[in-house]
């Protein structure tokens, strides 16, 4: 058997266009067009050249025809940073995680997606609805990995090599997909998942969440979604010094950056004094980073859980897992955070798990 679905979606993944492939695997660019077209069927030699070249066990091209993600899909983060191929290997790690999703779908009731949408909503206004109704009020959001998860949202990391990706989302068959990348700092993290959330949310099957202003829009939900209007009020803030927003910061688990702006949107800085705050955080080393940072980076909870009870109940491990997905370990592992939740740490973050609703199929 032979996918020709899979070879292409293997050679995105590796970033190589028809020539590179054909060069590393000594198969003719034309004879792997021919492939990918499903013109014709390689021989079990020509497909294990191609095997090898694209570093996929054989039987991933026998695998059923992966997802098929589509550019106008997908929410991606900072998307004019990307090149074409970078693209399509970002999409390519997305169609391989809904593959692991399928699979533990299988075999765990895991928890179904409580989203609700609000296209056309102002930003402000759809967050505080979305606080609403997962009972947040006005305190700062627990850990969002778990906080998604728990509310049916699939969170993957993004891959080693698709690391100059900030993030993206997506929803595939009513299941929302958030993929984080796991280089950033955990205030920034944290934001690119309220971003996600906000596309999610705002830019539905309703409205194609490309281009400036559904970014801006995102951004704009991410922070009222992070640092609540009242919840700020409450603190005080108003013509805040540098020293208070680095506090202040660590309550809501945010960038210092990202609070003076937030600070700013409500009016509670001026222009001026914002402009003075923000030279200020840069020659501090705040518009690269956090500096001094205790904040941990956010990871999975559900997946963490899952691998622990398919070691426990059913001593199946990672590297039986990437075999029956007919993947390398390193890539599966790739796609889970590495296996290691990370919680919160700092001033005023709940730490508290959110437990999902997961149970495991007997089949």
Same mark, same amino acid.
């Given at each position: 058997?032979?996918?020709?679905?899979?070879?292409?979606?293997?050679?995105?993944?590796?970033?190589?266009?028809? !020539?590179?492939?054909?060069?590393?695997?000594?198969?003719?660019?034309?004879? =792997?067009?021919?492939?990918?077209?499903?013109?014709?069927?390689?021989?079990?030699?020509?497909?294990?050249?191609?095997? @090898?070249?694209?570093?996929?066990?054989?039987?991933?091209?026998? %695998?059923?025809?992966?997802?098929?993600?589509?550019?106008?899909?997908?929410?991606?983060? !900072?998307?004019?940073?990307?090149?074409?191929? /970078?693209r399509e290997s970002a999409l390519g790690s997305g169609a391989l995680a809904m593959d692991l999703n399928s699979w533990l779908g299988a075999r765990f009731r895991l928890p179904p997606a409580n989203l609700p949408t609000y296209p056309g909503e102002a930003p402000e206004d759809a967050a505080e609805r979305l606080r609403a109704a997962w009972g947040l009020g006005e305190a700062p959001a627990p850990n969002m990995v778990h906080l998604l998860e728990a509310n049916g949202v699939r969170v993957f990391s993004l +891959?080693?090599?698709?690391?100059?990706?900030?993030?993206?989302?997506?929803?595939?068959?009513?299941?929302?997909?958030?993929?984080?990348?796991?280089?950033? %700092?955990?205030?920034?993290?944290?934001?690119? !998942?309220?971003?996600?959330?906000?596309?999610?949310?705002?830019?539905?099957?309703?409205?194609? +969440?490309?281009?400036? @202003?559904?970014?801006?829009?995102?951004?704009?939900?991410?922070? !009222?979604?992070?640092?609540?209007?009242?919840? =700020?009020?409450?603190?005080?803030?108003?013509?805040?010094?540098?020293?208070? =927003?680095?506090?202040?910061?660590?309550?809501?688990?945010?960038?210092?950056?990202?609070?003076?702006?937030?600070?700013?949107?409500?009016?509670?800085?001026?222009?001026?004094?914002?402009?003075?705050?923000?030279?200020?955080?840069?020659?501090?080393?705040?518009?690269?980073?956090?500096?001094? %940072?205790?904040?941990?980076?956010?990871?999975?909870?559900?997946?963490?859980?899952?691998?622990?009870?398919?070691?426990?109940?059913?001593?199946?491990?990672?590297?039986?897992?990437?075999?029956?997905?007919? =993947?390398?370990?390193? /890539?599966?592992? @790739?796609?889970?955070?590495?296996?290691?939740?990370?919680?919160?740490?700092? /001033?005023?973050?709940?730490?508290?798990?959110?437990?999902?609703?997961?149970?495991?199929?007997? %089949?």
């Open positions: 058997m032979f996918t020709p679905e899979r070879l292409v979606l293997a050679r995105k993944r590796r970033r190589m266009t028809l !020539a590179d492939l054909a060069t590393k695997s000594g198969v003719s660019a034309q004879s =792997i067009t021919a492939f990918e077209n499903g013109r014709r069927v390689p021989t079990e030699e020509t497909l294990s050249q191609l095997s @090898d070249a694209l570093d996929y066990p054989l039987g991933f091209f026998a %695998s059923p025809r992966p997802v098929d993600l589509q550019l106008d899909q997908v929410s991606f983060r !900072a998307p004019s940073k990307m090149t074409a191929m /970078e +891959p080693s090599d698709c690391l100059d990706i900030d993030a993206f989302s997506t929803t595939e068959a009513g299941t929302p997909f958030v993929f984080l990348n796991t280089r950033k %700092s955990g205030e920034r993290g944290r934001f690119d !998942a309220a971003h996600e959330l906000g596309h999610l949310i705002l830019h539905c099957e309703h409205r194609i +969440p490309h281009g400036r @202003d559904s970014e801006s829009e995102a951004n704009d939900f991410a922070s !009222a979604f992070l640092m609540p209007r009242a919840g =700020i009020l409450a603190q005080q803030l108003h013509g805040a010094s540098v020293d208070r =927003i680095i506090s202040a910061k660590r309550r809501w688990g945010v960038s210092a950056m990202a609070l003076t702006y937030r600070l700013r949107r409500l009016d509670l800085l001026s222009e001026w004094r914002y402009t003075q705050i923000a030279k200020e955080l840069t020659k501090r080393g705040y518009r690269a980073g956090e500096p001094g %940072s205790q904040l941990g980076r956010e990871s999975s909870q559900l997946l963490a859980k899952v691998f622990d009870a398919l070691r426990t109940a059913r001593d199946i491990s990672p590297a039986d897992i990437a075999g029956q997905l007919y =993947i390398p370990q390193r /890539e599966l592992n @790739d796609f889970v955070f590495g296996l290691v939740p990370v919680g919160l740490d700092g /001033e005023g973050q709940t730490t508290a798990p959110i437990r999902p609703s997961l149970r495991l199929v007997h %089949s």
